[in-house]
């Protein structure tokens, strides 16, 4: 036994759930579903080096590119955290393929309208509406646990997180590419990917959701609120509500520092930018595609959450503490473990879950990225203008992740108090003896 408390060691119990089809049974859905959250996110990532070059293009300096590229940001943000919850029920009542079906559709229309966005507040509307009606990355993680056994959860929630990574591999160094012929190129091929999934889905995804576990669509239960607070009233979950914002902000903070930080710290360029990121997806398909399974096999996804949450807060300090570029490549390699969180606790958080609320419970997590994904540029970037006088070697530079540092520090006290109330479950101890 190793540094955790020693609760969790309590006897084990059981969860009252039926155990759905295992995806080993149903192998191709689950390779559809893999395939089609990879298509997503090459999608997403094929207009990230490009879109603040669009924005630009309705604006008049920097000053107002970076304000509307923040509003542009904000927009789809708060859209998708209003929308999650709701698509997320609307998928526990008509099932998840129509649902991702209308996702896919969002997703054309979004970027084949910005390529077309004439004014900028042509911009900003095809962002609401896209943000409202992408939720794909909910209903996928429903879709998963519709098709998984309880204990493998964890597992094949690490499978999806390697296609992100490897979608964010993919997609920013071909949007790179595309922009640089022309900065429409990435959306107008991004969209052409969107509807390539609308017809893979279509013809060949099947519904993963019988008939019978399927609920009414209730609108005062679909708002963000209630599904939050159904969210903290599931059993075995409660305060990781609050561990999964936490990590969720610290995270999406480092995404909108980075760049900055890395330029005003060691004078990166666009190019060692590129490949630090690179190196980020890398990590991240390497860990959950290669190592997870055999990390739960041997903690569990409550251990090995823990032991997640205390590398990143490490991490965090060590790239405030930097003082050379090279350092934040030997940290990435360093914090392996913190690519594991969002999928161990993402697992815990499903099999809590009732089998017919599990849009409904996934749109709530998925509300909660949004949220932070809108807050996170609101504190990342003051912070970095407060210390960006400083010369590059003051280790107040390093303001934005100690920041992080300090979120990640809470919640891994956090989830350290909840896992030592909780009983060790059935699905835990099952999922560190499969193999």
Known sequence: MTGLPRPFERPLTTIDQPTPPEAASRPAAMRFIL?????????????????????????????????WYGAVMVTFGVANFFASPILGALSDRFGRRPVLLMGFCGFAFSFFGTALATELWMLLAVRVVSGALQANVAVANAYVADITAPENRSKRYGQLGAMFGIGFII??????LLGGIDVHLPFFVAGSLALLNLLYGYFVLPESLPVERRRAFSWRSANPVASLKHLAELKNVGGLVVVIALANLAQFILHTSWVL????????????????????????????????????KRFGPAKLASYGLVS???????????????????????????????AAIQGIVSNAADPRTQGQ??????????????????????????????????????????FCAALMAVSTVLAFRHFRHQPRTGFDAAASAVH
């Open 171 to 176: 997609g920013p160094v071909t949007g790179g």
């Open 312 to 342: 990143s807060t490490v991490a965090y300090l060590l790239w405030a503490f930097a003082f050379q570029g090279w350092m934040m490549y030997a940290v990435i390699a360093f914090n392996l473990l913190g690519f594991t969180v969002a």
């Open 261 to 296: 930080y890395t330029t005003f710290r060691f004078g990166w360029t666009s190019v060692e930018n590129g490949w630090s990121l690179l190196a980020v997806g890398v990590a991240s398909v390497f860990v959950q595609g290669f190592l997870l399974q055999r990390l739960l």
């Open 361 to 402: 419970s996934m749109g709530a997590v998925a509300s909660l990225g949004s949220l932070a994904a809108v807050v996170a540029p609101m504190i990342g970037a003051p912070l970095l203008g407060v210390v960006s006088h400083l010369p590059p070697g003051d280790w107040r530079v390093g303001a934005p992740f100690f």
């Open 35 to 67: 395939l089609t959250v990879l298509l997503d996110m090459v999608a997403i990532g094929l207009i990230i080096p490009v879109l603040p070059v669009l924005v630009g293009q309705f604006t008049t300096d920097k000053a107002a590119q970076a304000f």
